[in-house]
């Protein structure tokens, strides 16, 4: 029984490929996942599955190697007057818009304002000023449509379908390509999970002493990282120094650490050094 649902029937046919390619353990390896119920014989998709596996595996995977063999697409440009910073206010928005038009139509209207008012509010057209982009953006924007006349509008119809049609074409690759991208991430999924975790292979054996009684402790690597920083650490106190500023830090420890038993006193019993005053 083939199944009605399209993704499932991928599923089913990219699980086969796979199979084909790393052999029964795989297969095996599946059965434990519910996922992949179709493989198990009393499953009703488990005829279907048969049917791919006993396929030449050039049948199964002719849909794939289509889609590898599409051509690439090019990026359509970008949308000419729809394309601007949104973040500007509505109220700049309506001046930068309207200077423009005025700008495209005939400049020196423009200029001459400038000039004589020396309007503030019109500094975006100097090119040091973060809005001056958006102004030339929509002066480009008027100047092609006062370009266009009525003839060539009507001429353009044609252009603008073709474009249209493009730009569709565009979409739908870039969908074909995102669906190709989950399911080669769902196929790494599935090669992880096939992985038999519970297989090692031995590397080399070490023996030890049978009369060994005491064991050395792991080496701490956090200890030795701090060695280079700190040389009185007790792990490393049998490694001589390798230099001459180690051997003075060494040497200096040890002193202070003489220094620190001081000289031998005798200690008195409680009340004794005042009995003592007391027979005087």
């Given at each position: 029984m083939e199944p009605e649902d399209t993704q499932l029937k991928e599923d089913i046919k990219t699980t086969v490929n796979y199979i084909k390619q790393h052999g029964v353990e795989f297969e095996n390896k599946l059965l434990e996942d519910e996922r992949f119920s179709f493989i198990k014989k009393d499953?009703?998709?488990h005829e279907y599955y048969t049917k791919l596996m006993n396929e030449p595996t050039d049948t199964v995977s002719g849909e794939d190697n289509d889609r590898k063999s599409e051509r690439e697409i090019a990026r359509p440009p970008d949308f000419l007057f729809s394309q601007y910073d949104t973040g500007i206010s509505r109220r700049d928005m309506e001046?930068?818009?309207?200077?423009?038009?005025?700008?495209?139509?005939?400049?020196?209207i423009v200029e001459q304002m400038i000039s004589k008012d020396g309007e503030a509010r019109l500094n975006f057209m100097n090119s040091s000023h973060p809005l001056h982009k958006t102004f030339t953006d929509f002066v480009a924007q008027y100047k092609q449509v006062y370009s266009f006349t009525g003839q060539e509008i009507k001429k353009s119809k044609r252009t603008i379908l073709d474009n249209c049609f493009e730009r569709a074409q565009y979409w739908e690759f870039e969908k074909d390509k995102d669906r190709e991208h989950d399911k080669l991430v769902e196929l790494c999924k599935i090669q992880f999970a096939a992985i038999p975790w519970d297989k090692f292979t031995q590397v080399a054996k070490f023996s030890i002493p049978e009369d060994t009684e005491i064991f050395e402790g792991s080496l701490d690597l956090e200890q030795m990282r701090l060695r280079r920083v700190q040389t009185g650490i007790k792990l490393f106190d049998s490694i001589k120094p390798t230099n001459e500023e180690e051997k003075i830090v060494s040497d200096q420890g040890k002193q202070k650490g003489g220094d620190s038993k001081g000289k031998k006193r005798k200690i008195r019993a409680v009340g004794e050094t005042r009995l003592k005053k007391s027979k005087k």
């Open positions: 499953d009703p998709l001046v930068i818009k309207l200077t423009a038009r005025y700008y495209a139509k005939d400049k020196s």
